[in-house]
């Protein structure tokens, strides 16, 4: 139980990567706020959560809205007096080069992926000083280290927030707050397995996300979820600005 005690926000918690983390921190005794739009399906990860015997909260949070982030922080503040841990995983996704990206799609997605993680960090850190610092684990994506075809803004999106994981480290170091940032390859999301689906061959199309990894394999949420809950762990204490790359072997080749 290594977070008993502790509270935590996971933002885009009511499934994937997001719902396997904020249960990660739950089984460890931590108390979660599921911050999501999706507040049914952030309900059943609620309950799942207090199924372990810790408390669990959910806020319908449009991470891209200041006014959604603060209410957010806030209530977190009210309900528990203190906030230890944030893991911004909110995010959305396009495919599109940059002639096909329209400036609205371009927006939107920017506004959630980096737009919204900067607006938790800057209500978060507040919050944490209050306390005795906090951790931020930011999810940025393979795409954020490599150029993957026909995915632009996500890409700049999550290649953006490893630039905002390194300068928030640098910033509030000496606050007491670490900050780090896992960058997960092709996991079997509901997002990628919709993706999969809609594709003229989905096995084909599976194959081809397999093969292009050294593990030859796509990665499963509760494999993300074990390496955020490590770098917002004590075990982890020494690491800020860290970004772990978990994507069977893709951007090492």
């Not at 460890?28 to 408390?55: H, L, S």
Request: proline content about 4%.
């Amino acid at each position: 139980m290594q977070f008993e005690g502790r509270v935590a926000i996971v933002t885009g918690a009511s499934s994937g990567i997001g719902r396997a983390a904020a249960l990660a921190f739950g089984r460890e005794g931590a108390a979660v706020a599921i911050a999501d739009p999706d507040t049914e399906a952030g309900a059943k990860v609620a309950g799942e959560i207090r199924g372990f015997g810790v408390d669990a909260e959910v806020y319908p949070t449009d991470v891209s809205k200041e006014a959604d982030v603060g209410a957010l922080v806030d209530a977190v503040m009210a309900k528990w007096g203190r906030l230890d841990v944030l893991v911004n995983n909110a995010g959305i996704y396009l495919q599109a080069d940059a002639v096909a990206t329209s400036r609205e799609a371009w927006d939107k997605l920017m506004a959630v992926n980096l737009t919204g993680a900067f607006l938790c960090i800057k209500h978060a850190v507040p919050a944490m000083m209050r306390g005795n610092g906090g951790v931020i684990v930011n999810v940025a994506s393979e795409a954020g280290l490599v150029g993957i075809r026909n995915q632009v803004v996500y890409n700049v999106s999550k290649a953006g927030l490893i630039a905002l994981t390194k300068s928030c480290a640098v910033d509030f170091a000496s606050r007491g707050i670490r900050v780090a940032c896992v960058c997960p390859g092709t996991t079997e999301t509901p997002l990628v397995k919709a993706a999969v689906g809609r594709a003229p061959n989905p096995a084909a199309a599976r194959k081809a996300l397999e093969e292009v990894r050294p593990a030859n394999r796509l990665g499963t949420p509760e494999e993300i979820a074990s390496a955020i809950l490590y770098l917002a762990s004590d075990c982890a204490a020494y690491a800020t600005g860290a970004i772990l790359s978990v994507d069977g072997g893709y951007t090492a080749q």
